[in-house]
C-alpha cells in the first residue's frame, strides 16, 4: 500500500510570496496527481505528471521518480490561490489514486 | 466547471431517512466513481463503474448502495446512516478506468442527524 506523505500540513503565505508544496510517497508509482481543492469542496485536477516538470501559468510541479518525491511551486501567489491542494498517486495501470490529506493554503493581501 | 453535476449540494437527513445523491457527467466518460471525504483524511474511494458495471466495492457498509443505471448517470442511494457518516461525497468520472484523469464534481455535504 502506498502512504503519501504532504508538508507542510498547513501554510500561510503573503500575495506575491513563493509557494512550494511537497508531496512524498513510499512505493513506485505510474503517474503523480496534484489536485486542488477550494473551500465549497470541488476538486479540479492540476497536474497529472509521472516525470520531469510540468508548468500552467503560475503554477509548476516537478517530480523526482528516484527520490519519490514531487513539488507544487507557485509563482506570485494571489488570495485567489487560497485552497486545499492534495497530491494523490497511481501505482500501475489501475484506477487506484493513493491520497494525501492535503496542504491548506492560504494566501493574505 | 468540470462537466460533472451533483445535486443536491447539500442536505441533511435523520438516522431512519432514505435518500438519494445523483452524479451526472457531460463528458462521454465511460468511468464513475464515488469517494468519501471525511474531516481532515484523505479522501477514500468508495465504488467504481466501468461501462456500467461495479468494478470496485471498497468494503464499504450496505447501508450506501450504488446505482448506475448508464455511463452518464450515477447514484448513491442512502438509508439508516450513521452520524458518522457526515461527509462531503464526491463523484468523479474518466475515460476509462485505468490511467486517464478523473474529473470531480463539486460534492454533497452530508449531515446525518
Known amino acids: 500500500k502506498n502512504e503519501v506523505e504532504q508538508s507542510p500540513q498547513n501554510l500561510t503565505a503573503q500575495e506575491g510570496e513563493f509557494i512550494t508544496i511537497n508531496c512524498s510517497y513510499s512505493v513506485g508509482i505510474s503517474a503523480l496527481h496534484w489536485l486542488q481543492q477550494h473551500p465549497g469542496g470541488g476538486i479540479v485536477s492540476l497536474f497529472m505528471l509521472s516525470s520531469g516538470k510540468k508548468k500552467h501559468g503560475r503554477l509548476i510541479a516537478t517530480i523526482n521518480i528516484q527520490e519519490k518525491h514531487s513539488s507544487l511551486h507557485i509563482t506570485a501567489s494571489h488570495p485567489r490561490d487560497s485552497a486545499v491542494y492534495i497530491c494523490?498517486?497511481?501505482?500501475?495501470?489501475?484506477?487506484?489514486?493513493?491520497f494525501g490529506k492535503g496542504t491548506l493554503l492560504t494566501v493574505n493581501p | 466547471e468540470t462537466g460533472v453535476t451533483q445535486t443536491p449540494r447539500h442536505l441533511v437527513m435523520g438516522m431512519t431517512n432514505k435518500k438519494s445523491l445523483k452524479c451526472e457527467q457531460h463528458l462521454g466518460h465511460n468511468a464513475m466513481y464515488w469517494y468519501k471525504q471525511s474531516a481532515k483524511k484523505p479522501l477514500e474511494l468508495m465504488f467504481v463503474?466501468?461501462?456500467?458495471?461495479?468494478?470496485e466495492n471498497n468494503s464499504v457498509p450496505s447501508r450506501f448502495s450504488p446505482e448506475c443505471p448508464n455511463s452518464s448517470h450515477l447514484f448513491l442511494h442512502l438509508h439508516t446512516l450513521q452520524p458518522e457518516d457526515s461527509a462531503l461525497y464526491l463523484c468523479?468520472?474518466?475515460?476509462?478506468?485505468?490511467?486517464?484523469?478523473?474529473?470531480f464534481g463539486p460534492g454533497t455535504r452530508l449531515t446525518v442527524t
Open positions: 494523490a498517486v497511481r501505482s500501475g495501470s489501475n484506477y487506484k489514486l493513493t
Open positions: 463503474y466501468s461501462l456500467e458495471e461495479r468494478v
Open positions: 468523479a468520472s474518466s475515460q476509462g478506468y485505468s490511467e486517464n484523469e478523473q474529473y
